[in-house]
């Protein structure tokens, strides 16, 4: 009876974990309003990226999400999908938009490799409707 206990303690805390882990995915597709940023020193992104603190090139295909989706830092060097009309681009995570500092909370902030790469008009640039999930 003892080890049916520790089977079912063991197979109950994989359980929560995988539940935890599931809920901080963006596995569908989520609505987020794309800003422009530049990550280069200098730059309207302010100081180093929050993942390494380093100054990225603006022709690398990176962002900044939302602290929310940021996650404490738990998206740092992964990829996300952003699709803008028919278009899909991996970037990755290697900055926070800080929502406690004026930013909104659904913010995907965009290098302009970005912004070039989902073949958006110039006249968009700036801000624009996006979708995005983990890649």
């Not at 994989?14 to 995915?25: F, G, K, P, R």
């Not at 380093?54 to 990829?79: E, M």
Request: net charge negative.
């Amino acid at each position: 009876m003892k080890q049916f206990t520790i089977v079912f303690l063991i197979f109950i805390s994989l359980l929560v974990i995988v539940s935890i882990s599931s809920t901080n995915a963006q596995s569908s597709n989520t609505d987020a309003t794309m800003t422009l940023n530049s990550f280069e020193k200098g730059g309207s992104g302010g100081g180093p990226s929050e993942c390494d603190g380093h100054y990225h090139s603006d022709d690398t295909l990176i962002v900044a999400l939302s602290t929310r989706w940021y996650n404490g830092g738990q998206r740092c060097f992964k990829n996300i999908n952003i699709n803008y009309s028919g278009r899909t681009v991996q970037a990755m995570v290697v900055d926070e938009c800080d929502s406690t500092r004026g930013c909104n909370d659904n913010i995907v902030d965009a290098s302009k490799a970005v912004w070039k790469a989902l073949a958006v008009p110039k006249s968009e640039w700036g801000e624009t409707s996006v979708t995005w999930s983990d890649a």
